[in-house]
């Protein structure tokens, strides 16, 4: 049977969608290659949110194309994705050796477009329209990575509970790639995290563009507790399951309901990226976020008042049009006031179609290059001070596998979300353990569990 490549750009949901592409595709008899020089399908899976990310995948397509056609005169190549959705058959004019093109609704449908082309039946394929239930669609799983991995089974696992978002931040094209929310229902969630379960999984990170906006359309409350709420609890029962994390959350989502639950359900990680973009209230305001500084810091009190061992990690924009250094510098403030332990820091890349991107007062390369790295040192400063003050300390960690830099040694991580390499043996994958955290690098702590876990040994 032919075999795929499939590469990822973008973030978890389009890791995600990779996965469940690359399962379906093993379902109908497909083998997962291991690179793009030995498959006989390659499927870029695209991200469109920054002009980097479009050129990136462009260029390496422009690249298997020449490469393709000289190696492998049959090879089948794909574009998938948001950049597939945003650009449709423009792709295809522009890169002539592409032979599919599957937008965000449509990845359902790869194996039987690439049974098609590898049989000739069709000559290209572009399928970009709209599809009603697609996010139900995304939920088969191969627990090994995105399918090119090398078969250990894993211990978290991801889980898309909708798709879309409503919110039209002015910078963000997700509206457009991705269409209006629509989310799963609780039941059809919970049975695919039971079975995960059942294979070894530990822990579930729930997944959408704006997973705080879980089920508001169709989905009453309950007892006060909106559908994301609900949804935690159901859940939350699952006997084996011991960990839940959830990406992205809007900050508008933290309403008394979410921040309660973190009280009382002790799954639920004391983790959370809130993503907050700016400091400054005007930019905020221009962006459409819906929230204000003070808002966002209250919700970042409330939720350390319930669990004060809380990692909060969060996204920012530099560089938005109309940015002033003095909204800057709220934004720098706020780095310290939220006591952030990380975040991703992004210069503002202007994109088709968006509000932001025919604002006047556009800023210069420059400029948004020289915030970014201010950010960023005041950040990583911040980060080195938080992950210095774990040292000494005990936590609790899940053990995944073998660390990615050094494969002789296993990583896990805390429940705030810190990963954590230490000295172990294979039995201690999927295993809870707690360790002393014993130094700190970049971003990573080292633990050492044989002092507390003696009879491990
Ligand atoms: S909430 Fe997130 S996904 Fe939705 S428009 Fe804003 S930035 Fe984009």
Sequence with gaps: MPSVYIKTYGCQMNERDSEAVAA???????????SEHVADVVLLNTCSVRDMAEQKALGKMAALAGQARKE?????????GCMAQSRG?????????????????????????????????RDKVVDVAEEEHSEARIREHVLNGNGNGNGEQAVTAFVSIMQGCNQRCTFCIVPFTRGEERSRIIPDIVAECRELVARGVKEITLLGQIVTSYGKRDIPASDGKSAFVQLLEAIHEIEGLERIRFTSPHPK????????????????????????????????????????????????????AVRPDMGITTDFIVGFPG????????????????????????RYSPRKDTPAATMPNQLPEEAKEERNHRLLEVMNAQGARRYQALVGQRRQILVEGPSKKNPA????????????????????????LDVKITRTGSFTLYGDPAILNLDEQ
Excluded: W
């Design 24 to 34: 379906q595709l093993v379902a109908k008899g497909y083998s997962m290659a291991g």
């Design 323 to 346: 940015e002033t250094e003095e909204d800057f510098e709220q934004t720098l403030s706020l780095v310290g006031e939220s006591g952030f332990d990380n975040a991703f820091i992004f």
């Design 89 to 121: 058959r423009e792709l295809i004019d522009r890169l002539p050796d592409v032979d599919l093109v599957l937008g965000t609704q449509k990845f359902h449908r790869a194996a039987e477009y690439l049974d098609d082309l590898l049989a000739g039946r």
């Design 253 to 304: 989502g933290y309403g008394d309901d979410l921040v309660e639950a973190y009280g009382r359900l002790p799954k639920l990680v004391e983790s959370a990226h809130i993503p907050v973009q700016s400091g400054s209230d005007r930019v905020l305001k221009a962006m459409h976020r819906g929230y204000t500084r003070e808002r966002f810091l209250g919700i970042i009190q409330r939720l350390r």
């Design 409 to 432: 040694r296993l990583m896990g991580r805390t429940r705030c979300n810190k990963i954590v390499v230490f000295e172990g043996a294979d039995r201690h994958r999927g295993q809870l």
């Design 72 to 80: 492998r005169p049959g090879q089948v190549l794909g574009f998938l």
